[in-house]
C-alpha cells in the first residue's frame, strides 16, 4: 500500500519524466495495471529549453493513466527519444507503489526483442538505454 496522494504523485512523475527526457522530440507509453484490466495511454511531445509542448487531451489521458498506476500500485513507463536520421533511444521505469524505478538497458532489450521468448532482431536504428532515474 503507498502512502502518497494518487494526485500528486501522479503529477510529480509526469514532470519529472518530461524533465529528465531533456530536449528533442519524444513519444511516452504509459500502462497502469486495473482491477478491470490494463489502461494505456501515449503521448507524443517536444521538449525545447524550458517549454513542453503537447495536445492537451493527450496530456489529460497521459495523466489519468499515471493516477491509476500510482492509485493501483503498479505500471510502467516506455519513452522513445527520436536522436535523428531515423534513430531513436529506448528507455522505461516500472512503477511501483508509486515509486519508479529505471529499467535497465538489457531489460528493455529483452521487453522489445524476446517477445514470447524467442529472440528477434531489435529494429534498425533502435537503442536501448537505462532510464535516468527521476528526480522528485
Given at each position: ?46 521538449n525545447r ?49 508509486g515509486v ?37
Open positions: 500500500m503507498n502512502f502518497f496522494n494518487a494526485d500528486d504523485r501522479a503529477a510529480d512523475l509526469m514532470v519529472a519524466v518530461l524533465d529528465v527526457v531533456g530536449d528533442g522530440r519524444h513519444l511516452m507509453t504509459m500502462v497502469a495495471g486495473c482491477p478491470d484490466g490494463a489502461m494505456t495511454a501515449s503521448l507524443v511531445f517536444e529549453a524550458d517549454e513542453t509542448e503537447a495536445a492537451w487531451e493527450s496530456l489529460q489521458r497521459a495523466a489519468h493513466v499515471m493516477r491509476r498506476a500510482v492509485e493501483g500500485g503498479v505500471g510502467g513507463i516506455v519513452v522513445r527519444t527520436l536522436t535523428g536520421r531515423g534513430t531513436s533511444r529506448v528507455f522505461g521505469w516500472v512503477l511501483d507503489e519508479a524505478e529505471s529499467v535497465s538497458s538489457a531489460q528493455m532489450f529483452n521487453a522489445y526483442c524476446t517477445p514470447g521468448g524467442e529472440l528477434v532482431a531489435p529494429e534498425p536504428g533502435v537503442e536501448y538505454v537505462e532510464a535516468p532515474p527521476l528526480i522528485l
